[in-house]
């Protein structure tokens, strides 16, 4: 099959960008690649930032593409040990200082070249740096792809919780290189294909059965159906961040399964990737199962949309119940300091049917518990 046309989802807002999407975008020896970067770099310094899994094996193609988009660019390296439990205030210090060695002023970039973790503190960084400074994201996983990258939220985790400080803060560009998810761990690509279904969950029933009918050419890492799914994934969350770039509303939306994953993580110490704790993608595929079937609970869906959504997870490979070991009591407790929770009690964003998901305020603990006893 020939490469598929490279694929560009503009978001809109205050401060708008644009989402190159296609396999290898970050291929120096490519003219259009080498103009794209060209004209999001204001400055003189740029400082990359990724960490020990992914630079021994892009880091080179970053830096030689962003030596041809700007020969004279003041360019340093900061690479942070990889996994969520690093996404701390700490290493975001470490990160400070790279950018006061490098001596970047007001016009530098922060290049993320990495997953979630990596693009949620340099974005951070990048937003608090000299009040702000501009931030290039090329995420190397599915997930990044097509939710952290996309959007401007930054954060770092505290002990208490997950993302609990941090900042909006678009990005001046992002380049997805679908070439690069060949080298994504097996466990990795099936953690973003979740929040791939979660698109589709909250906004399009069609684009569910869509990632069924190409399961199995996600899995095997077709650039055709990637990109498909990581455009129309980007497109959704381009929509709805245009209209609520701050979380405030419709982009409430975008959490669906996320209060219960966030959860699970907290509870776990965001252990996942290298342990038998959920990484994130695992814990929304559990979150969203658990959503559906509180939704059927309160009496908001039908049992069938819940089971439909668990079967099309389970095709993907991805966990859809609860781990063994975590006590109900202590996850309803980590919700409460969520962000979605307010004065009224929990609030959680459930379903009346497939691709149509609203926000509940004043769910009670006890369905959230009864849910979770269950265990899904």
């Avoid at 989802?9 to 003219?31: H, K, M, T």
């Avoid at 830096?63 to 020969?71: G, K, S, T």
């Avoid at 899995?219 to 381009?238: G, M, N, Q, V, Y």
């Avoid at 199962?289 to 609970?297: E, H």
């Amino acid at each position: 099959m020939h490469p598929p046309a490279q694929r560009t989802v503009e978001v809109a807002g205050d401060a708008p960008y644009a989402i190159s999407i296609g396999p290898g975008l970050l291929d120096a020896a490519r003219a259009d690649n080498v103009q794209r970067l060209a004209q999001v770099l204001r400055g003189r310094h740029a400082l990359l930032v990724s960490d020990s899994h992914v630079a021994p094996l892009h880091a080179q193609r970053a830096i030689a593409l962003l030596h041809a988009a700007r020969p004279q660019l003041a360019l340093s390296t900061w690479v942070m040990p990889a996994g969520e439990q690093e996404k701390t205030l700490a290493r975001f210090g470490e990160c400070l200082d790279a950018l006061a060695a490098l001596g970047a002023t007001r016009d530098a970039t922060v290049v993320a070249l990495g997953g979630g973790v990596v693009g949620d503190l340099a974005g951070f960084a990048a937003a608090c740096w000299m009040r702000g400074i501009d931030c290039v994201q090329l995420p190397t996983t599915l997930l990044a792809m097509v939710d952290s990258s996309v959007g401007g939220k930054t954060a770092v985790d505290l002990p208490q919780g997950k993302n609990l400080v941090g900042a909006f803060h678009p990005p001046r560009a992002v380049i997805a290189d679908t070439s690069v998810l060949r080298t994504l761990p097996e466990r990795e690509l099936r953690a973003g294909l979740a929040e791939v279904v979660k698109y589709g969950a909250v906004f399009d029933a069609q684009f569910l059965a869509w990632l069924d009918a190409h399961a199995d050419a996600l899995l095997a890492r077709d650039d055709h159906a990637l990109t498909e799914a990581i455009a129309r994934s980007c497109e959704f969350k381009a929509d709805v961040v245009a209209r609520d770039p701050y979380e405030r509303g419709h982009r409430a939306l975008l959490n669906f399964g996320h209060t219960f994953g966030h959860a699970i993580e907290a509870e776990q110490g965001y252990a996942g990737s290298g342990s038998d704790a959920l990484n994130h993608g695992e814990a929304v595929a559990v979150g969203m199962v658990l959503a559906a079937r509180l939704s059927t609970l309160l009496g908001l869906a039908p049992a069938e949309a819940g089971d439909r959504l668990q079967a099309l997870l389970q095709r993907l490979g991805l966990p859809t119940g609860l781990p063994p070991g975590l006590d109900p009591g202590a996850l309803v407790a980590r919700m409460r300091l969520d962000k979605k929770a307010d004065a009224h009690g929990l609030r959680f964003v459930l379903w009346d049917r497939a691709g149509s998901a609203r926000v509940v305020a004043g769910v009670a603990e006890d369905a959230v518990r009864a849910v979770l006893e269950a265990r899904a």
